[in-house]
């Protein structure tokens, strides 16, 4: 059995004592009923990972040793860099928690032309913090020791100029019908990144799709089926760690 996973913010190194604080204290305190003496592991999503002993349970906070590194490696070696448009409702939490789980390096969300829901002008970076602590949570029940970076761009082209230097750039388009993943995924058989781009619910305009395809993307499809938008993202990150044997 794997010990219970926490996430702090602090450096960390061996014999330091380290705090857990608010959701994280009350979670060893209220819901696991930890106790002194009782052994953890904590990383900071910069890679390690270390084994903790409980050695102080405070109103506010709970006090950790830091005993021993743990050696895990989670990560996998492909960099994906995926980015969505928007998608309406909690759908965006739903892609943030499932690609963390799956490795996904990178996910950036955009605003695209058929973007339902409008971040413009709203509290981003709150938004942001709040997707970070669902990507931490994922991390913790994946047992990923790297948080992946989360990132928001105001439109299409802006996202297009920000991974139109990765080594195979993909764009997932309803109307392609020649052009299969598995077919261009064949092309590049050991990239060492991959940017995927997903459209809303709406799909993409035409122009959007030649800006990509002028930048160097190249347009596919997932099949015959019309995907929730949600799902083609999840469905082509699954597609590409096993192309890569990430998922052995």
Known sequence: MHLRRFFIVDEINLRDTVSLK???RNHIVKVLRLKVGDEISVFNGKGKE???LIKSIQTREV???IIEEINRDTEAKLKIFLAFSIPKSDKIDFIIQKCTELGVHSLIAFQSEYTVVD??????????????????????????????????????????????NKEL????????????????????????????IVGSEGGFTEKEIECAT??????????????????????????????????E
């Open 22 to 24: 608010d959701e994280e």
């Open 50 to 52: 270390y084994k903790a």
């Open 63 to 65: 006090f950790c040793e």
């Open 119 to 164: 971040y413009t002008g709203k509290d981003v970076d709150k938004k942001l913090k709040r997707l970070r602590m669902i990507a931490i949570n994922a991390c913790k029940q994946s047992l990923r020791n790297f948080i992946p970076e989360i990132a928001y761009m105001n439109n299409f082209q802006s996202c297009v100029d920000c991974l139109k």
């Open 169 to 196: 750039k993909i764009i997932l388009y309803e109307s392609e019908k020649e052009a299969k993943i598995k077919d261009v995924l064949n092309e590049f058989p050991n990239p060492k990144d991959i940017a995927i």
């Open 214 to 247: 002028e930048n160097g993307f190249k347009s596919v499809t997932l099949g015959r089926r019309i995907l929730r938008a949600e799902t083609a993202a999840i469905t082509a990150s699954s597609i590409i760690m096993y192309q890569y044997n990430e998922l």
